[in-house]
């Protein structure tokens, strides 16, 4: 007996999407539990995870399936394993980088505040985020572990060892420039940041044994205009926060800052008119905008910014799981 292949188009990638929730939920539910922490020593059926995690071993054996599914485990004669990925992001203490406070902030405060995105939809305005100091805490360590993996994606994809003396131009965090330094040991940075993020900044670069190599400085990001001979400019997670006009300022003010030939990042997530759109990016255009209101700008609207104040770009690198960065000299 022959299996015919429908003729109809294939609805499984609109599938994916349509149900995408149901993977996320578990996830968090996964990272939550500990399940992935659990396979850290190695393989673990179904029973043994419920023993170590406190759920059933039916909701156990849910979870891992849809892990194993999703690409997040392997399963092999019943006992399941971490991949590469889930080893590094999401086995707690053990993990590369923890990524258990970002999923958190995603399942406690992004992921139902979607609920308002219909309304966001119709009137182009953010919802509201009912932000308590504890829900303002989940924020901070939310956002602040995803940068903390942007900012290794950041280096690992770019060589700053030609470079000296960087500017921190308005970012969120001192980890790019942190990271950017423990790579390139003759490279100092000036950090000019809001007045209200300069001691996280100094904790940050103390914590890491770069004190001596730092300047900080306090100022408005979009008014803020440093003085120096920079040949490397870090313009990072400061695109989004801003009008078009208070970004042409900034751009500004940095190319007054560097030296012809500088260097300039300028990390953010972007759209583009390649003939598809880096998905991370659109979601998170409508992410930015009905959190905070913020902007996720065309690549092309900030290129022109560029050219504008001095810059030359140059070319545009994406980073797995993070946002772009656009290259640019000073000319």
């Known amino acids: 007996m022959s299996v015919s292949t429908p003729a109809t188009a294939d609805p499984s990638r609109i599938l994916d999407i349509a149900t995408g929730y149901m993977g996320a939920q578990q996830l968090f539910a996964a990272s939550r539990i500990g399940l992935f922490a659990a396979l850290a020593e190695g393989d673990r059926k179904a029973a043994d995870l419920a023993k170590t995690t406190g759920v059933s071993e039916r909701m156990a054996r849910i979870l891992a399936d849809a892990m194993a599914g999703l690409g997040l485990l392997t399963r092999r004669d019943g006992s399941y394993s971490l991949t590469s990925s889930s080893a590094a992001y999401l086995t707690g203490g053990k993990a590369q980088l923890d990524l258990a406070p970002f999923l958190t902030f995603l399942a406690e405060i992004s992921y139902p505040h979607w609920l308002q995105f219909p309304k966001t939809v119709d009137t182009d305005q953010p919802g509201d985020l009912g932000m308590t100091e504890a829900r303002w805490a989940t924020f901070?360590?939310?956002?602040?572990?995803?940068?903390?993996?942007?900012?290794?994606?950041?280096?690992?994809?770019?060589?700053?060892?030609?470079?000296?003396?960087?500017?921190?131009l308005g970012g969120l965090a001192p980890n790019f420039a942190i990271r950017a330094m423990e790579a390139s040991p003759n490279l100092r940075t000036t950090f000019v940041y809001a007045p209200d993020f300069i001691e996280s900044v100094r904790q940050a670069v103390t914590g890491a044994g770069l004190a001596d190599r730092v300047e900080l400085i306090g100022a408005a990001t979009e008014t803020a205009e440093p003085r120096g001979a920079f040949d490397l400019v870090f313009v990072n997670h400061v695109v989004h926060r801003f009008t078009?006009?208070?970004?042409?300022?900034?751009?500004?003010?940095?190319?007054?800052?560097?030296?012809?030939?500088?260097?300039?990042?300028?990390?953010?997530?972007?759209?583009?008119?390649?003939?598809?759109?880096?998905?991370?990016?659109?979601?998170?255009?409508?992410?930015?905008?009905?959190?905070?209101?913020?902007?996720?700008?065309?690549?092309?609207?900030?290129?022109?910014w560029l050219a504008e104040a001095g810059w030359r770009p140059l070319e545009t690198v994406a980073l797995p799981g993070s946002p772009r960065v656009l290259l640019a000299e000073a000319v």
Do not use: C, W
Request: glycine letters at 4%; proline letters at 2%; a negative charge.
């Open 140 to 168: 901070m360590a939310g956002v602040m572990t995803y940068n903390k993996l942007h900012a290794d994606m950041f280096v690992g994809a770019l060589d700053f060892s030609a470079y000296r003396k960087a500017l921190d």
């Open 244 to 304: 078009a006009e208070q970004n042409r300022a900034i751009f500004r003010h940095a190319r007054a800052a560097a030296v012809p030939g500088a260097r300039l990042a300028v990390l953010d997530f972007y759209l583009d008119d390649n003939a598809e759109q880096r998905a991370i990016d659109a979601l998170h255009a409508a992410e930015y905008l009905v959190i905070d209101g913020t902007v996720v700008f065309p690549e092309a609207e900030v290129r022109s």
